[in-house]
């Protein structure tokens, strides 16, 4: 693995470039951040803010059109973009990257997108505001074998650069960095370890993972929670990991058929819902179940080798119905303690 | 994937959330919440987060539309706007400019509801302007209006934060107003006890510390017993009523005797209801809300005053935590009334029929103006059945579907001379006009929404208009100018709101530089308030006293009341997933999934009493009309009572309802119809509206 | 790499088993594009401009290509499939699933119990197994609302030599007298009695049609001694992808398009949630 220092990420962006459409977090006048193209000129240097919305649509396309039909023959419709670089994306968002990378290893449309992309990682120095990703193994340091470079803001301002693939040294070529001082790495590594001391250090998270994967816990607890589930699919549209998608027929501007698929909810009513009104899943708190065990459970961890859930944080904030990751937690201990009381 | 995000205001409830709209191009591809807005905080509801398929180009009118004998044909907007013209001046001419109206549409911005008073009242020189709000908060507008001096949600929504008790009455904001609802649900888990007054199980009703399941329409037995108790108890706020109110001696009297008639009259226990008294009473910080469950009545005038009466006789308003707040249910209703498109006001609510302020508009419009009050929406429908009204310009509304007894709304506007929609989609009610205009969505134009808690936000533009569409206020600007007027002279969006400003107080120290500061301004904001008003009411009241009326109101009965020939009662609900009339959220796969099989929810023990089973295909009958549905059987019903969504074309729950009216508000009884439900054909298809009434 | 899209059939023609049913004749454009299915497994159905659904083999293609399907109308694919006419291209992918466990099921003494269209999924078992030799016993009973809703007549009749065929009908008029041993109720109502008929307890009961039906009779089976491992039922589940991505039929962390739809009992009953209401005959009006 190489190792370089920089003064600026911007020379990095300049390189990259000219090879790569550069996909970044902008922010807006409110300051809140989305994943956007960021224009050729001028480009602006990175946030290590979490954006609103993670990455995820680059590749699950929120919509895509999967096959075209002309009344004879049905035609694969596999996008074909050009190499683009996601330039400082946080380490929870790549966890789930590599994540979805597993979950659709097989699917053609994801991976034509992502053998296309360069991912450039950045470490989070200090907590966001409802981030537990240090609990989930996800962050807030980026994973060697989550991203093909990782950048790292040092105390001097200035940046280290880990070149973690041969991706990623490819991308390098023609661009020629000093390299890094020698305790780099150290520094690094205290200052990650500086920065999971600064988290919230309440158990609650840790003890609430834990009654999950013990598959404890009774419906009455999943029936009381789920009245709060407005199903808005507020949380699975902006979790990282998600990948349940629908699909309907549209006719496009040619007189064809089109077959598009769109980012779905497992807590829709709907969902599961069969033309006979058979629903296995009818109830709320059945959703919310499944939900929340697929996020943590032995069979998860079996199949990926990690928990469905990178502790973005992100389905706390947009819950209208108050049963986010911190909130099921809280009350997944509650509910543990007082019936231990009982 | 999206190229930019555009920041602007949700266009669906009145909570006014804002929303990021994902853009590829000129189309929106997708939302994302916005974390920083200090309402919505990073959240939207099923509805918010469809709302790009809701404006969806695939079914827009991107043309004007002229109809004939065989349907409708595209046509220029120049040929359209020359047909209108020549038919509104000849109906002028005819029959007088009040055989005019104009339905403006609670979900367009400010300027366009502004340019579409001023069209009617500066050019065909009528008062004959309404919207929507007369079937929503018309009560909530006359009513507080008489108590407090101004008829607006008293507090703001994050007042839900400093409440101790939350007292939801006739409303169901988890599944409109969802974000408030969330709110509600939050403060709750924080400590604060919710009390729940509505027929069904609602979602909160389900969470509440205390549960009344009052029978539908007997608001003001309930509310008049908890003033008894409370009186007698000596619990009410002494002091406050002693210096801010008049009218207490003659409101403990009108009280007087409730208690022992309420479980009768309400079906509610005597315990609960003492004890929702002493909760909201005793609290330091109680907040009501409330919805269509008390408006939407013959008593909704009565029913609003009965809870100002509570409020005022607990001290419960003027401060943070508490107050009278009605729900408003669209993006931009309160806007709409606040611009005043109502038959009796002028924006800022000012008197059509006062002198001064008569006086005032015709100089500021440089034209004479009439004084006569108008004829409400409901009035219209009525006038032209008569052969007294023959044109109505109409835009982003579907009374077709949602005002009720749809039968007697299609009949009427097929008698008129000329009727004009502008809308987004093909909606019942544009299969009716003689001239369709192609409107802009909300992301094709910019503009201003007023929520519910007075909040006026300024959109950003995010899409050029599709097609041939335009925003309201460019072509009611067109028939002005056609019509040689050049009251609607304006180039700018701006231009309007300034305008606007200048003649409505409660807007006028507002801009569209400080609206983009600030995430918008609550009214009033003038001068003695440059930042807004985020509490109304806190040392003097709006009346001319600066005092608050308490008036005594007695329970008044419904309209109906089920009988052997109709023996069930049926009410109307609102689902999370669904908009009015369904135009824009229908579009969206995945909530027009969520739709269920069948939509009259009926308790099992009536249901089974008529032989009919969950899912089976049924008959609703009132005296209105008849439709087919599904029987959904539901526990959150009691006995008694039935209730269907008023979302679905093809089994509209206005084929039934009910077009009595509050005398006061002219707001008709959607809460409330007698119905008879029969079991079909096991195995047949419930058969659509346009089915029944034989159009294919 | 899996693909999403469909191969092109043709509607090749149809006739109606009962009023809501018929089977399907279908022809693979190329007879070779397609793996040949096992008893169990299904495949997709495309109905372009609609959707597409899962479907049973009733019949696997042969060497043209050709297969069957029994297909019931309920939504809105299947109502757009019964107004195509012959000739229509439509599309299929496939096939999909675990197959029934036919190894396992050498040597033993099998009772298949069947509800309405779930008799469709044990056809082609039931055809396989009597081709083979080394089935002891074979037993089938079958259930259905009245008689015109009874499935695959002639192939029951004709299955009637060489197995014990139970046929039960809730509503028990106008059924076919030729019809072997009729019962009036459900399988589970006459459950016990056709125990007694048998010569011997079976040693392994296929299951297929309305849940609460398997789950009732399984229970019932468990109660009286049978192991839940030799208890199979093959489920029904909402599909789009049918390739363990788009989420749709999820039991937990499983997908009925790649785990099932066969299941056996005990794996099923691991993975159903302890939630579902065993009716969904309650909705809340929100």
Request: hydrophobic share 35%; aromatic share 8%.
């Amino acid at each position: 693995m190489q190792f370089y220092q920089l003064e600026t990420t911007l020379i990095l962006q300049q390189h990259l470039a000219r090879r790569f459409q550069i996909y970044q977090r902008i922010d807006d006048l409110e300051g809140d951040g989305h994943w956007q193209l960021a224009a050729a000129d001028p480009l602006t240097t990175i946030s290590e803010d979490l954006p609103i919305s993670s990455p995820k649509g680059l590749f699950f396309g929120d919509r895509e059109n999967l096959f075209s039909f002309d009344g004879n023959v049905f035609r694969e419709t596999i996008p074909s973009p050009a190499p683009f670089a996601l330039f400082g994306v946080q380490s929870c968002d790549l966890t789930a990257i590599a994540y979805q990378d597993k979950f659709f290893v097989d699917d053609p449309y994801y991976q034509a997108r992502r053998q296309q992309a360069l991912l450039i990682g950045i470490d989070c120095l200090n907590p966001c505001e409802h981030g537990f990703c240090h609990r989930v193994d996800a962050g807030p340091g980026v994973a060697t074998d989550c991203a093909d470079m990782i950048l790292h803001r040092q105390p001097s301002g200035n940046w280290l650069l880990l070149v973690s693939s041969d991706k990623g040294e490819e991308a390098l070529r023609g661009l020629t960095l000093p390299a890094a001082d020698s305790n780099a790495l150290t520094e690094r590594k205290n200052q990650l370890d500086h920065c999971v001391q600064q988290f919230d250090d309440s158990p609650t998270i840790d003890q609430g993972i834990e009654i999950l994967m013990s598959h404890n816990i009774d419906d009455r607890f999943w029936q009381q929670a789920g009245i709060q589930c407005l199903s808005c699919s507020g949380c699975t549209s902006l979790c990282p990991t998600c990948s349940c998608y629908g699909t309907h027929d549209i006719a496009d501007d040619k007189g064809n058929i089109v077959q598009q698929r769109f980012w779905d909810s497992c807590l829709y009513e709907s969902f599961q819902r069969e033309a006979s009104q058979h629903n296995p899943s009818a109830q709320a708190g059945t959703r919310l179940q499944r939900f929340w065990t697929h996020k943590f459970s032995p069979q998860t961890t079996a199949q990926f080798g990690r928990h469905g859930c990178v502790g973005c944080g992100r389905c706390e904030q947009t819950c209208p119905g108050v049963i986010g990751a911190h909130s099921i937690m809280k009350r997944l201990v509650a509910d543990q303690e007082n019936r231990d009381l009982c | 994937m999206a190229t930019h995000s555009i920041s602007t205001i949700c266009p669906y409830c009145g909570v006014g959330c804002g929303i990021n709209l994902l853009v590829d191009g000129n189309t929106a591809v997708g939302v994302e919440p916005q974390p920083c807005h200090p309402i919505s905080r990073g959240q939207l509801c099923a509805k918010g987060w469809s709302t790009a398929y809701g404006i969806d180009i695939g079914d827009r009118i991107s043309k004007p539309l002229l109809r004939d004998q065989h349907g409708f044909h595209e046509t220029s907007w120049d040929n359209a706007l020359n047909i209108i013209t020549e038919k509104l001046t000849t109906i002028i001419a005819e029959s007088g400019a009040d055989a005019l109206g104009v339905i403006s549409s609670a979900r367009a911005t400010n300027e366009d509801n502004y340019a579409a008073q001023k069209l009617a009242r500066a050019v065909f020189k009528t008062n004959n302007v309404d919207h929507c709000a007369r079937i929503c908060h018309s009560p909530t507008v006359a009513g507080l209006k008489m108590t407090l001096g101004s008829g607006a949600m008293t507090n703001s929504a994050e007042d839900i934060f400093s409440a101790d008790v939350i007292m939801v009455i006739g409303a169901d904001p988890t599944e409109n107003h969802s974000i408030i609802g969330g709110h509600i649900m939050r403060a709750q888990l924080q400590g604060a006890k919710l009390i729940v007054i509505d027929p069904r199980k609602s979602r909160l009703a389900k969470l509440a510390n205390i549960h009344l399941q009052l029978k539908a329409g007997s608001n003001i037995a309930l509310i008049n017993a908890m003033l008894e108790e409370i009186i007698s108890h000596q619990w009410h706020d002494q002091d406050f009523i002693q210096h801010r109110c008049e009218g207490f001696d003659e409101l403990a009297a009108a009280v007087s005797g409730s208690l022992v008639t309420a479980p009768i009259a309400t079906g509610v226990d005597s315990a609960l209801i003492c004890a929702a008294a002493k909760a909201y009473s005793q609290a330091n910080n109680a907040m009501i809300l409330y919805g269509m469950g008390v408006t939407q009545y013959v008593s909704g005038t009565f029913n609003v005053i009965s809870l100002s009466n509570l409020a005022l006789t607990c001290g419960q308003i003027g401060r943070p935590g508490t107050g009278i707040n009605p729900l408003r249910g669209q993006n931009n209703v309160q806007g709409a009334c606040d611009m005043g498109c109502l038959p009796n006001v002028y924006p800022g609510y000012q008197a059509v029929d006062d002198s001064d302020t008569h006086h005032k508009f015709s100089a500021a419009w440089g034209t004479e103006l009439s004084n006569k009050k108008g004829l409400t929406s409901l009035g219209m429908t009525t006038a032209a059945m008569e052969g007294s009204f023959h044109g109505l310009i109409l835009f982003g509304e579907d009374p077709v579907v949602t005002d009720p007894d749809q039968n007697h709304v299609r009949a009427a506007l097929q008698k008129l001379d000329l009727l004009v929609v502008a809308e987004l989609t093909m909606t019942e009610t544009a299969k009716l006009a003689d001239v369709v205009l192609p409107a802009a969505s909300f992301a094709e134009k910019d503009g201003t929404f007023t929520n519910c808690e007075r909040r006026v936000q300024h959109l950003q533009q995010a899409l050029s208009p599709t097609g041939e569409t335009r925003a309201d206020w460019r072509w009611l600007a067109a028939i002005a100018e056609r019509l040689g007027s050049d009251q609607l002279n304006w180039d700018s969006t701006e231009e309007i709101f300034n305008e606007m400003a200048a003649l409505t107080p409660i807007y006028s120290g507002m801009s569209y530089h400080q609206l983009d500061q600030k995430h918008g301004l609550q009214w009033p904001c003038n001068e003695q308030h440059p930042l807004g008003t985020a509490i109304l009411h806190r040392d003097k009241f709006a009346t001319s006293s600066g005092k608050a009326q308490l008036i005594g109101v007695h329970p008044i009965a419904t309209d109906e009341t089920a009988d052997d020939q109709y023996p069930l009662i049926l009410t109307t609900n609102r689902l999370h997933f669904h908009y009015g009339c369904g135009s824009m959220t229908r579009k969206s796969p995945l909530l027009e999934r969520e739709t269920p099989a069948g939509i009259l929810f009926i308790n099992p023990q009536d249901a089974k009493q008529k032989n009919i089973h969950h899912l089976d295909p049924v008959g609703v009958r009132s005296r209105r009309g008849y439709l087919e549905t599904r029987a959904m059987y539901t526990e959150d019903v009691p006995p008694g009572l039935v209730s269907m969504p008023y979302h679905f074309r093809e089994a509209p729950s206005n084929q039934l309802t009910n077009a009595a009216q509050d005398p006061i508000s002219k707001m008709p009884e959607l809460k409330a119809c007698a119905v008879a439900v029969t079991a079909l054909e096991p195995g047949c298809l419930p058969r659509d509206m346009d089915t029944l009434r034989g159009v294919q | 790499m899996l693909t999403l899209t469909p191969l092109p059939i043709e509607l090749l023609s149809y006739d109606d088993d009962s009023k809501d049913s018929r089977h399907f004749s279908f022809r693979l454009l190329d007879p070779d594009a397609m793996m040949m299915p096992e008893p169990g497994q299904f495949f997709m159905l495309h109905i372009p401009g609609i959707g597409a659904a899962p479907f049973t083999f009733s019949t696997a293609p042969d060497k043209k290509g050709h297969f069957r399907a029994l297909i019931k109308r309920m939504g809105a694919v299947t109502h757009a499939l019964f107004d195509c006419q012959p000739g229509t291209i439509l599309g299929a992918r496939g096939p999909f699933g675990k197959a029934w466990p036919i190894e396992q099921l050498s040597g033993q003494r099998i009772l298949m119990i069947a509800g309405g269209c779930g008799l469709a999924p044990l056809v082609s078992l039931i055809e396989t197994l009597l081709k083979k030799k080394n089935v002891q016993h074979l037993a089938l009973l079958y259930g259905a609302a009245n008689a015109s809703t009874q499935l695959f007549n002639p192939e029951r009749q004709r299955w009637q030599q060489q197995m014990a065929v139970y046929n039960v009908l809730e509503d028990h008029s106008s059924a076919d007298p030729k019809a072997q041993s009729i019962l009036t109720g459900t399988p589970v109502d006459v459950l016990d009695s056709v125990l007694e008929q048998l010569d011997q307890f079976p040693t392994a009961v296929l299951l297929c049609g309305p849940e609460i039906m398997m789950q009732k009779v399984a229970q019932q089976f468990t109660s009286l001694g049978l192991p839940a491992t030799s208890i199979w039922l093959s489920i029904e589940r909402r599909m789009h992808c049918a390739v363990g991505l788009c989420g749709h039929c999820y039991l937990q962390h499983n997908y009925a398009c790649k785990d099932g739809p066969t299941y056996r009992w005990d794996q099923f009953q691991r993975l159903s949630s302890t939630l579902s209401a065993p009716t969904n005959a309650i909705a809340s009006c929100y």
